[in-house]
């Protein structure tokens, strides 16, 4: 069953780091693009990061482009976000999701995307 379980939301300053987790379970992320999403209180979700599945391209939004990380540990399943020197504006709800029936991260479009997790929470406020 294919499963998809963010962590390591919370509280962090203007400035400071923070490391989401998505820990996967039932899917080969050698042939799976995954991406990080976020959706901010009246605001639609939005692609943040992803990584493709069979070569681990990386693409980012502008937004985030420079600050945020991407990267997979194949040995554990998971796929995780650094985020360095967040702002108040990252403040939303972070999702991970893998891409339908292709391992390339094509537009990081919310439809093209399957299998999302609960999402984890992260604010950033001083």
């Known amino acids: 069953q294919l499963q998809f379980v963010e962590s390591g939301g919370g509280f962090v300053q203007p400035g400071g780091s923070l490391r989401l987790s998505c820990a996967t379970s039932?899917?080969?992320?050698?042939?799976?693009?995954v991406a990080w999403f976020r959706q901010a209180p009246g605001k639609e979700r939005e692609g943040v990061s992803c990584?493709?599945?069979?070569?681990?391209?990386?693409r980012y939004a502008d937004s985030v482009k420079g600050r945020f990380t991407i990267s997979r540990d194949n040995a554990k399943n998971t796929v995780y976000l650094q985020m360095h020197s967040p702002k108040p504006e990252d403040t939303a709800v972070y999702y991970c999701?893998?891409?339908?029936?292709?391992?390339?991260?094509?537009?990081?479009?919310?439809?093209?995307?399957?299998?999302w997790g609960q999402g984890t929470q992260v604010t950033v406020s001083s």
């Open positions: 039932g899917v080969n992320l050698d042939y799976s693009a």
């Open positions: 999701a893998r891409r339908g029936n292709s391992g390339l991260c094509g537009g990081m479009t919310p439809d093209d995307y399957l299998n």
């Open positions: 990584i493709s599945g069979h070569f681990s391209s990386t």
